[in-house]
């Protein structure tokens, strides 16, 4: 069985690329397949996400483990084969290809070509030119930068809800031993 994966940017309007590789290949064998479509480094920390339907991240397979002291499994990219966790057309993946600005390519599992193998993934489809791998670290600092001055200087107004600091005087204790939760 052959998985035949679409993957797109949102950095790159008119990138594009498409994967057939083989259902029983592991997702380091696909993280090398994309990283050979776009001319990437393969030794760049990355990680794949399985996601709903939404896009909304759920199961990390990433490359090392980072010996996180989480009681959930990690799911090692050399280990792990494509054919036990995607099985439908439609699975979204994400693969975030850039930690330290979170900047990632979206897969969608598009057809799965029954009764066919393949030895070595190939790439069927390339347009456009693929975003830059790594973020320069000035530009990056720059914009984070800009953002934090950008929040700073929001003037929220006289009906914001809250205030810069806490006062103790505010605070009545007796309101709430007479409040009562709903069980």
């Known amino acids: 069985m052959v998985f035949n994966f679409r993957i797109v940017s ?7 690329r498409e994967i057939q590789i083989d259902a029983d290949a ?4 696909f993280k090398n397949a994309i990283c050979d479509s776009v001319n990437f480094d393969k030794n760049q920390m990355c990680s794949f996400f399985l996601c ?7 199961k990390e397979i990433t490359m090392e483990d980072m010996g996180s002291d989480s009681d959930e499994d990690v799911y ?10 995607i099985d ?14 979170d900047r990632s390519f979206f897969i969608e599992l598009k057809e799965i ?14 347009k456009g ?16 930068n800009a953002t934090k001055t950008e929040i700073e200087s929001e003037d929220l107004g006289e009906d914001f ?8 005087d505010e605070m009545d204790p007796e309101a709430f031993d007479e409040m009562t939760y709903d069980q």
């Open 76 to 85: 090692l990219m050399d280990e792990t084969i494509l054919s036990d966790y």
């Open 161 to 168: 809800y809250g205030s810069e600091g806490y006062n103790d």
């Open 26 to 29: 592991t997702f380091l064998d």
């Open 88 to 101: 439908d057309e439609g699975q979204r993946l994400i693969f975030t290809f850039d930690y330290l600005s």
């Open 10 to 16: 949102d950095e790159v309007d008119n990138f594009r």
């Open 113 to 126: 070509i029954t009764r066919k193998n393949l030895r070595d993934p190939l790439c069927t489809l390339s």
């Open 129 to 144: 030119e693929a975003p830059a791998q790594l973020t320069d670290i000035e530009e990056f600092e720059a914009k984070a």
């Open 52 to 58: 709903d339907e939404n896009w909304e991240k759920e």
